[in-house]
């Protein structure tokens, strides 16, 4: 039921910007918190960033604060993970999801989408 399709990503030099999408269906998009996650290679999941329902409150992990910038388009059902001045380490799978409404963590019931792969390199 649940569809999570991520976009966006692609290889880039330190310093560049990227936009990422995540469009999603089968359920009420509005009324949820939403989660971007990432998986660096070799390694487990990282909690990057989380939105409220309504866009108001933005939450982000320090290694990106100041950087990327979460955003939605309820109108749309579509969130968005503007990056910019990326680094190396920023590279991974980038996965939307729905959130915790308390923790922010992500729904790990949820079919998931195939993320969208970031690769910051010279």
């Known amino acids: 039921e649940v569809q999570l399709v991520e976009s966006g990503g692609g290889l880039v030099q330190p310093g560049g910007s990227l936009r990422l999408s995540c469009a999603a269906s089968?359920?009420?998009?509005?009324?949820?918190?939403m989660t971007w996650v990432r998986q660096a290679p070799g390694k487990g999941l990282e909690w990057v960033s989380a939105i409220n329902g309504g866009g108001s409150a933005t939450y982000y992990a320090d290694s990106v604060k100041g950087r990327f910038t979460i955003s939605r388009d309820n109108a749309k059902s579509t969130l968005y993970l503007e990056m910019n001045n990326l680094k190396p380490e920023d590279t991974g799978l980038y996965y939307c999801a729905r959130a915790n409404q308390r923790t922010l963590v992500a729904w790990m019931g949820d079919r998931w989408g195939q993320g969208t792969r970031v690769t910051v390199s010279s």
């Open positions: 089968g359920f009420t998009f509005s009324q949820n918190h």
